[in-house]
């Protein structure tokens, strides 16, 4: 059994991955599942915080099964400027913020009216214009209140010679975040799986935990790194 360590809190954990809407039924999402955020919050409320779930898209079966403590509530996002929304106003009152959700970097800019069709094509080939989407996290950043801790993410995938430790670095450091949780996805790591292994920095670049296991073990490694941080 954990201590009530985070009892008199208020969090908010983001959790999923957001859906840009192309047309009335087309999006542009990504392979978040949601559990990593669903561990967050589960965990934080067992610890006693007092938990606002941003739900982007987040598999239904798991949130089912997630069977979360009522001391969460849960607020649907769609897209990343509706997430931006939720997380700003969670943000008023929080003392603590995660941003474990996968949040669409681009958006459609032109959001078609009616459905697309090939017959309204001009040709064998169409143009999606995207354009940037706001940083949410840095927001948060730059509007945080005293005594707020910010938690952010960061999935990235290996390969291009930089470590995960370097980039986890250089990340913290952009975003200003209090910590980074940096772990590495592709096709067969991250994603639909319960497991995962995170990298944890603080804003200085030190490496304050390198947990791996179930998601929930790792969430529990990231209250405990807030815990540490905040005292
Ligand atoms: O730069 P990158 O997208 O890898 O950063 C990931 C972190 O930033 C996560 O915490 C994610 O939730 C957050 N993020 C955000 N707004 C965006 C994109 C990512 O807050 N538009």
Known sequence: VRRHDLAGLRVAVSAG????PIDPVRF???RSSGRQGLALAAAAAERGAEVVLVAAHVDRGLLAEAALPTAVRIVAAGTAAELGEAMRSAAVVADV???AAAVAD????GIA???LTKESAAGPAITLELVETDDIVAGLVRDRREGQTIVGFAAETPGDGEALIDRARRKAAR????????NEVGWERGFETDRNALVIVDVEGRVVAEPRGT?????EAVWDAVVAVRS
């Open 175 to 182: 975003k200003g975040v209090d910590l980074l949780a940096a």
């Open 215 to 219: 998601k929930r073990d790792v969430a």
């Open 113 to 115: 009216p009616r459905k």
């Open 106 to 109: 681009y958006r459609v800019e």
């Open 17 to 20: 991955g957001t859906r840009e």
């Open 97 to 99: 913020i995660v941003m």
């Open 28 to 30: 542009i999402g990504n």
